[in-house]
């Protein structure tokens, strides 16, 4: 697996897998195989520290892909960054 730890330019605010509403400056993007064999990489909000804060997925995460530069495109294109 490999992890890349981002400073985002303004605090992300996102809704969690507990339905709360968080806030973070920080995410993480993983690369990985999944159970099945398929690439993917994953974006996650994060510590400072690079601790994964909740491990519900940010929309970037890609399918069949191991590609953290396209996944950022994809979350800042969502996100407005």
Known sequence: MRV???????PLTFRGSNNKL???IYILSTFDHSV?????TGVFPASEL????????L????QGD????????KFRS????
């Open 59 to 62: 929309e970037g995460s890609l």
């Open 22 to 24: 968080c806030r973070t």
């Open 36 to 40: 099945d064999g398929t690439a993917k």
């Open 4 to 10: 890349r730890l981002h400073k985002l330019v303004k």
């Open 50 to 57: 690079g601790q994964v804060l909740d491990w519900k997925e």
């Open 66 to 73: 191991h590609d953290h530069d396209r996944a950022m495109s």
């Open 78 to 81: 969502h996100y407005g960054y």
